[in-house]
Each structure stands twice: as structure tokens, then as C-alpha cells.
């Protein structure tokens, strides 16, 4: 079995942050060097301290070694570190195509780290392995962050592993990485102390210890529309029957699609990735993006697994919660840390809701997170595939935003 | 929401019917059942083990599930608090149950018949998965067994094919048959009993302990250095050496190292066992056919001429051989064949006694006319052969042949009488790619093209001698 491993460790010659205090710190670049961009960023998370963890977000054009290399020097080179490629990242200060750096450390964190490089074992494996970082950490409160393969078949089964170690006693949380929705392949960048990897289609783990509590937020901003229907025939992802009729006529009736739009594959996802089917649950539904068509087979194909005999339906957004969906999430993951001192929130937000909100949307979406959670910094990503794991939450979700919050 | 709960059973049937053996469809069953309910715990348990859990981390204690009242609709788990909780058999017989809790709120009446329905499906899949599981591994040992008992009959075959060979060799030495009939029988022997190797029995020259020579050889006629070295190496280390393809056991005579028993393959084999039992058996053979023989000295008769001391044909040949390995470049050796002229009507007057008289003496004249390094042999009747080695030039071997020419024809005193003989040599050099039998035969044709026109010279070989009018097997 191959993974990577890393534990935290206290540094030597070191000083002790003085304030003896938890910190989280977010910091971005746009600069178009991606070494400088990187060590920019970091240098702004850490201001002068000395942290646990760094969680990397970049975006495609900045998903180099030397990105990785220069944020991990940036922190003093001996530091645990996971990241991804991105879709898109933002931060306090808003977004942009670069490099965002989180950083945590102070007394009362501690963190463990696992990488499983791409293809070495099945997903579910892989989610296992990268979830035994929490062996590591003994702590009051713990939380487990996974980075997964956005491109990856069944990121559902990752989650699956991942749970088998983790239970119900430890939050998982997390998105998948991306890469511009090119579908050309994401990167994932490590360390789990002086080595800096940049992995090509990896799943990472850190296992997070805290001595007060991590609140987990889930919002999407969609609901129901019409009556459901059952799927009558389905193979994996792709749908070919719902109620008895061929799906894609079905949809294409129910979305008013026309046909010009079925027959070209880049106009059908753009149009097709803002109306999704939700699968029920019994406390809601799970959202699948519809993301291509099969006019020959009139079937529909769907990013995640929908299962024979399952139950659908179409869903639509309400503009205004498609909006707020980040700023409720962001809030709820603030409020479920309680009466504690919230420090910092992470935010993994489906990239297909770019395609949702529209540029001036997506700006709009991005103040509302920001003015709902200042003065607490965040940082967070456009991903491909979004993870949150706890009670009432199944773990892999799609055009959905999640957020982890800590204190 | 009746249609919901079937649709879920349905969709759990179809993943559950997929699984391939019980540990995948319990882990399947509880992924499933749990995520259908969102129940962050569920575990599947019979005979007082967990089959598969989720929601409480790796190897959860099992007591924790298996210790539940089967009639308790909460629980508490460790670290996670109070849970409701539903129980529900497999099958109606047996104590396995599909275990799930939840924290939020109990689970419906619709919920717990589906699941119900869940258990029934996974016990019937647990059934039959078992029954598959059970008939290949029967399958699989019944497989073993046969291929054991093979393996074991292939074993005894060859062990008893082994003493047969050993038996007929037991028998061979102790009905006096000559020695290097023996040691043939134990080199064939061995041979035999492995495919595709050669074998030999090395042992020391007499007069020569540290000269080695192969007194009997199976197989391919090539690599006697090779043979020799491995003997070298056994007999150094007085024990059993491997070396590659090459196994090697020291041979005795009594207490001391008398030579070595060599098994040469063609590269590195999985069949070693049964060449470390050749090995010992037939070395163990060859010591015993060797004692039975007394001494080296019966090494020495069964490779040297009994009338004259000489080295026999086949010790020749061997000689001939190593040198033909040794010394690649063109002439830098020679053999000279020797005839007697004369020889039949000294015979035929004189008698067989002086024959043999007039023999041995021509054997010590030859002897005495020859280098420390060259090497004379009778080859059968009243033909000798000498091998000149090393050689500076053909000048060389032409003295040496003149030399013998002289030594030969001075006259001989046998019974009283002086006898006069005249020998005529042929003399070949060796070539690359030379064979033993081309360098004596080439030899010989001179030998022939000497006594035909000028009897008692010498003449050396040409190729023109194979196209000639004298017509050798005419003689």
C-alpha cells in the first residue's frame, strides 16, 4: 500500500507565538510569478507565525512545484502542508486566479497528514487511508479534511472509506480538486514535513485536533420542483429511463431544452449543469448535475451515481439562496462551533455554481460570505464535488457549498 | 412514501446481488442500509462477530453490538451519545442481525420494515454466498490434495527409478566387471535419471595427484575444463558444491579424496532436490566402485595400455582434447601417428611373445625420445600416437618425428636376436575448430602417404591427402 505520512512536530529554535494563542490566517495572491504568488500568500497567512498546517488552494495556472516549494519555504520548510488545483479560489479579499494560503497553529492544534497518490489502491481505500491520519491525533475535538480527485469515478465510494475510519464521531469535510472545469487533470500538493510533493489526481487527508470545537455548514440553495419520478433504467451515472419514457425526452420536455442545444455537448453542459435532478433522501435530496446527453440513446448522464429504482426530482434554484448559499453555509459552520471564539472558515463551493450565478452573481455571492462571517478570515475553493460528513449529512454533495469552521 | 422505502430495497437488492463474496456483501449491506436511513452507525453481526460496522471507527469493539438487548430501541456508543436503535434477524434461524442507530430520531415504522426487508434480502445473499465460499475452498483443497498426491507420486516414481539405477550398478560392480564399465554405468546412470544435463566422474591421474582427468563422462562431449573445475572445487572443500549450473561431490577411496562425481546443467534449475540426491547416491557410488577396485592403480589400467604402460586411446583422446581447448591458435601443437613396419612378420616368425617384446620396447624408445611434456600413447595394435605440445614451430615437430624415426629403427634385441623395425609418421597440427577425430585422422592420412612412398620418414598432412589416389580404408 503506498501512502505519505506526516505528523506534526514542534520545531526546533523555534520561539512560541507569544500571544499563546490559536490563530487561523488566510492570505492570497494574484501575482502572475506562481512561486512568488505563493510565497506572498503565505508569508500573509502566517505573519510571522509559526503554523500547524498550510491548506493551499490554486488555481491551474499556479499548480506548479515551484508554487509548493515556495509556500512551504515560505513557512519555514518544516511544515505539514496539503492543497489542490482549483476552479477558482477566493479569500477575505475577494478572488481571483492565484494562490490562496490557510494557515492554523497555536497551542490546543495539532495535525496529521496522508497523501494516496493516484491509482495506487481503489477509492474506498484510498478514502481509508487517507482518513488514518486521525490515528495520530488525540484531542477533544477532531475533524478530518480530505482533498479528493475531482475527476475521480465514484468520489462517493472515497467518502465511504474515509467514514469507515473516521465514524460518526469525527466530521469529515472537504472538496474535490479542480481544474478550471478543463477535465485535464488536478494536482494535489503535500508535505508532510521537509519533502514537497505535487501529485497529479491524488486524495489527501489531515487529520485536525483542536481543543475547541469545529462546526461543519451545508447550504445549496435548491429545492424541488414537480412530481418525482422514478428511474426506471439506469446504469451508474447515466440515466436512460425515468417513469418508463427515455430520460432525455423527459428532461428536455420538463427544462424546455431545445434540440440544437441537445446536439452540441459544450451547450448542453452550460445548460444542463444549472438544472439538476435531486435524488431523495429521506431528509431532503442529493443533487445531481446532469452534465451531458445522448440524443442517440436519449439518455442523460449525471456525475454521481443514480440508482435504479431511486427516486427524482428536477430541481430549481431560488436565485436569492442560490446567492446566499455561501454565507449560509459559512454562518452555519460559525454558529455550530457554539459559544466559542470562531477563528477561521474554510469554504468548498461546487464550481458549477459559477455557471449558476454568472460572474456578477458569483461577486455578489462572494460579499454576502464576506460580510456574513467578518471579521473571521476564510478561504476557500471553487472544487469538483463537495464533502461534509456528519450527522444529517451523507457525505459527497454536488452544487452544494460546505464550510468547516475553527476555534 | 411507500414507493420510497421499495425503491431503496430495490436499489439495495441490486447492490447486494452484485457482491462477491460475504465480507463485501455485509459491508455493502451496511453502507447501504445506513446511508438509506442516515443512521451513523450500523454494523452486521452473527455468531457472535461483526461482519462489517460503520460509525465507529476501525475494529470497533464487537461486544458493543453484540452485547445489545434484542430489545432495546436505544443505546448509547461510546463518544457519541444516546442513539435509537433498530435490531433486525437475517434470517429466521440463526442469531445474525442487521444492526442501525441514529441520533436524531427514532427510526418509522416504514423504515424498519424496509429494513427488515434489507436483513431478509442479506441473510439470503449471506446464505448462498457462504455456500459458494464453502464449495471453492472445498474445491480449492480438493485441487491441493490431488496436486499434492501427484507431486508425491512423481516423487516415489523417480525415487524408485533412482534405486533401480543404483541396484544395477551394486550388481554390475560386484559381478567383476571391468571398472570403466562401472564408472560408465554410474555417469550413464545418473545421466539418465535427470533430463538434460551431463555427468561426470573426475578423478586424479596416478603418479599425478594434482592432475585431474575425466575418467568417465554422459552427455555433452564438450567442457572437460569445466568438469574438471567443479571436481577441483568439491574435492578442495571436501563436501558438495554448487556453482551455477554446475554440482559438484567429492568421490573417496577409503579415508582420502580421490576425486570428484559432476552433474552439469544447462543453467540454474528448480530440480536441484533431486540433483543433491543424485549426487550423493551416485558419488557415494562411485567411492564404493572405486574401493571395490582397491586402489587408484586400477583407475591407472583402466586408462592405460597393459602391455606398455601407455596411455590408452581414450586417455589420449582426453589429452588431445584439452589441448585442442587450450591452445587455439593454428600449430602450435602437433600429433604424430605412428605404424610399425614389419611388425606382422616378426609376429608371424617370432611370435606373439616377442610381438609383444618389440612392442614394449618401442614404447620406451618413444617415451625416451619425447619431452617431459609430450605425451605418447598406443592406440591399438602396432599404431602409436604422440602428442607434441607446446610446439615453436613445425620445425619442431619435424625433429621430434625424425627423432622417433631414428630411436625406432636402431635394432632391437628379443630372444637373443636383433630385431629391425621401421616406424612412418604422419604428423598433423592443430587448427581452430579442430576436432580430436579430424587432427588423429589427418594424422593418420600422412601416416599412410609416409609408408606408401617412402617407408620409415615422415610426411606432414596436406589437404591434397584427402582427394589423393592412395585411397586410406583401401589399405
Not at chain 2, 354 to 379: I, K, T, Y
Amino acid at each position: 500500500m503506498l501512502c505519505l505520512i506526516g505528523r506534526a512536530r514542534r520545531r526546533k529554535g523555534v520561539v512560541v507565538d507569544e500571544r499563546q494563542e490559536r490563530w487561523f490566517g488566510v492570505g492570497n495572491s494574484v501575482l502572475p510569478d506562481p512561486a512568488q504568488a505563493g510565497a506572498q500568500a503565505c508569508y500573509a497567512a502566517l505573519d510571522g507565525r509559526p503554523a500547524t498546517l498550510l491548506i493551499v488552494f490554486a488555481s491551474p495556472s499556479h499548480s506548479t512545484p515551484e508554487m509548493a516549494a515556495a509556500v512551504h519555504a515560505a513557512a519555514g520548510g518544516e511544515v505539514l502542508m496539503i492543497g489542490c488545483s482549483t476552479s477558482g479560489e477566493y479569500a477575505t479579499d475577494g478572488r481571483g486566479a492565484g494562490v490562496v494560503v490557510n494557515a492554523l497553529g497555536g497551542p490546543g492544534f495539532a495535525a496529521s497528514v496522508r497523501a494516496v497518490p493516484y491509482e495506487s489502491m481503489d477509492l474506498y481505500a484510498a478514502g481509508a487511508t487517507a482518513a488514518s491520519c486521525l490515528d495520530d491525533i488525540d484531542a477533544e475535538h477532531r475533524a478530518v479534511l480530505l482533498l479528493g480527485d475531482g475527476r475521480s469515478a465514484d468520489q462517493q465510494e472515497m467518502v465511504r472509506g474515509a467514514y469507515s475510519v473516521a465514524g460518526a464521531q469525527v466530521p469529515l469535510i472537504g472538496g474535490c480538486a479542480g481544474d478550471d472545469m478543463t477535465q485535464t487533470g488536478t494536482w494535489h500538493f503535500f508535505s508532510s514535513g521537509t519533502d514537497v510533493q505535487v501529485l497529479p489526481n491524488a486524495v489527501l487527508g489531515a487529520a485536525l485536533g483542536s481543543a475547541s470545537p469545529v462546526g461543519i455548514g451545508v447550504a445549496h440553495g435548491w429545492h424541488r420542483s414537480g412530481e418525482p419520478m422514478a428511474v426506471t433504467r439506469s446504469e451508474g451515472g447515466k440515466i436512460y429511463e425515468l417513469d418508463g419514457e427515455p430520460a432525455l425526452d423527459v428532461y428536455t420536455r420538463l427544462t424546455g431544452c431545445p434540440p440544437e442545444i441537445v446536439a452540441d455537448p459544450g451547450a448542453f453542459l452550460q445548460f444542463a449543469a444549472v438544472r439538476p435532478l435531486g435524488l431523495a433522501r429521506r431528509t431532503g435530496e442529493d443533487i445531481r448535475i446532469i452534465f451531458a446527453a445522448d440524443p442517440d440513446e436519449r439518455s442523460i448522464s449525471g456525475l454521481a451515481d443514480t440508482p435504479e429504482g431511486g427516486l427524482v426530482w428536477f430541481m430549481e434554484a431560488d436565485p436569492e439562496a442560490l446567492r446566499d448559499a455561501a454565507a449560509t453555509a459559512g454562518s452555519a459552520a460559525v454558529a455550530a462551533v457554539g459559544d466559542a471564539d470562531p477563528l477561521g472558515v474554510l469554504v468548498f463551493d461546487c464550481c458549477v455554481r459559477l455557471l449558476a450565478l454568472g460572474p456578477d452573481g458569483t461577486d455578489l455571492a462572494g460579499r454576502r460570505l464576506g460580510d456574513a462571517l467578518r471579521p473571521i478570515p476564510y478561504g476557500g475553493f471553487f472544487s469538483n464535488g463537495e464533502i461534509a460528513r456528519n450527522p444529517g449529512a451523507k457525505g459527497m454533495h454536488h452544487l452544494t457549498v460546505v464550510a468547516l469552521a475553527v476555534s | 412514501m411507500a414507493g420510497w422505502s421499495l425503491l431503496q430495497l430495490t436499489e439495495f437488492f441490486s447492490a447486494i446481488t452484485r457482491a462477491g463474496d460475504v465480507a463485501s456483501a455485509a459491508r455493502i449491506a451496511v453502507q447501504r442500509a445506513s446511508e438509506s436511513t442516515e443512521a451513523e452507525v450500523a454494523a452486521v453481526v452473527g455468531d457472535g462477530e461483526v461482519a462489517s460496522s460503520v460509525g465507529l471507527g476501525r475494529d470497533p469493539d464487537p461486544v458493543l453490538f453484540t452485547g445489545l438487548r434484542a430489545t432495546a430501541d436505544t443505546t448509547a456508543f461510546p463518544g457519541i451519545g444516546p442513539m435509537y436503535l433498530t435490531m433486525h434477524p437475517l434470517d429466521r434461524s440463526g442469531d445474525g442481525q442487521l444492526i442501525l442507530a441514529r441520533a436524531d430520531e427514532p427510526f418509522t415504522a416504514e423504515e424498519r420494515q424496509m429494513l427488515q426487508g434489507m436483513a431478509r434480502v442479506l441473510g439470503l445473499a449471506l446464505r448462498s454466498l457462504r455456500t459458494l465460499e464453502n464449495e471453492r475452498r472445498l474445491r480449492r483443497e480438493r485441487e491441493q490434495e490431488a496436486e499434492a498426491r501427484l507431486g508425491l507420486l512423481r516423487a516415489l516414481e523417480w525415487r524408485e527409478r533412482l534405486l533401480e539405477t543404483l541396484l544395477r550398478i551394486q550388481r554390475a560392480a560386484n559381478q567383476q566387471t571391468p571398472l570403466g564399465e562401472i564408472l560408465s554405468s554410474i555417469t550413464d546412470g545418473a545421466q539418465m535419471l535427470l533430463d538434460d544435463v551431463t555427468t561426470a566422474l573426475v578423478l586424479r591421474e596416478p603418479g599425478d595427484a594434482d592432475r585431474l582427468t575425466v575418467a568417465s563422462l554422459s552427455g555433452h562431449q564438450s567442457g572437460h575444463d569445466v568438469l574438471v573445475g567443479a571436481a577441483r572445487l568439491a574435492m578442495e572443500a571436501n563436501s558438495p558444491v554448487t556453482d551455477g549450473p554446475l554440482a559438484a561431490v567429492p568421490v573417496h577411496i577409503g579415508d582420502k579424496v580421490a576425486g570428484g562425481f559432476v552433474i552439469a546443467g544447462r543453467d540454474a534449475t528448480s530440480r536441484r532436490p533431486e540433483w543433491r540426491d543424485v549426487l550423493a547416491a551416485f558419488g557415494e557410488q562411485a567411492s564404493l566402485a572405486l574401493a571395490g577396485a582397491s586402489t587408484l592403480a586400477a583407475v591407472h589400467a583402466a586408462q592405460h595400455d597393459p602391455l606398455t604402460g601407455l596411455p590408452n586411446r581414450s586417455l589420449f583422446r582426453q589429452h588431445v582434447q584439452r589441448m585442442l581447448a587450450a591452445c587455439p591458435d593454428p600449430a602450435t601443437a602437433a600429433l604424430l601417428y605412428l605404424d610399425l613396419d614389419l611388425f606382422k612378420q616378426v609376429n608371424d616368425t617370432l611370435g606373439h611373445t616377442a610381438g609383444d617384446e618389440l612392442l614394449r620396447g618401442v614404447a620406451d624408445r618413444l617415451s625416451a625420445a619425447l619431452r617431459s611434456s609430450d605425451m605418447a600413447a598406443r592406440l591399438g595394435g602396432d599404431e602409436f600416437a604422440v602428442l607434441v605440445e607446446p610446439l615453436s614451430g613445425v620445425a619442431q615437430a619435424q625433429d621430434i618425428a625424425q627423432q622417433v624415426i631414428d630411436e625406432v629403427a636402431r635394432p632391437f634385441e628379443i630372444a637373443g636376436r636383433l630385431v629391425t623395425t621401421r616406424a612412418s609418421v604422419g604428423i598433423s597440427y592443430n587448427r581452430a575448430g579442430h576436432s580430436v577425430e579430424e587432427l588423429i585422422e589427418e594424422a593418420d592420412l600422412a601416416m599412410y602417404r609416409a609408408k606408401k612412398t617412402v617407408s620409415g620418414s615422415y610426411r606432414e598432412f596436406d589437404e591434397s591427402m584427402h582427394t589423393g589416389p592412395a585411397f586410406h580404408s583401401a589399405r
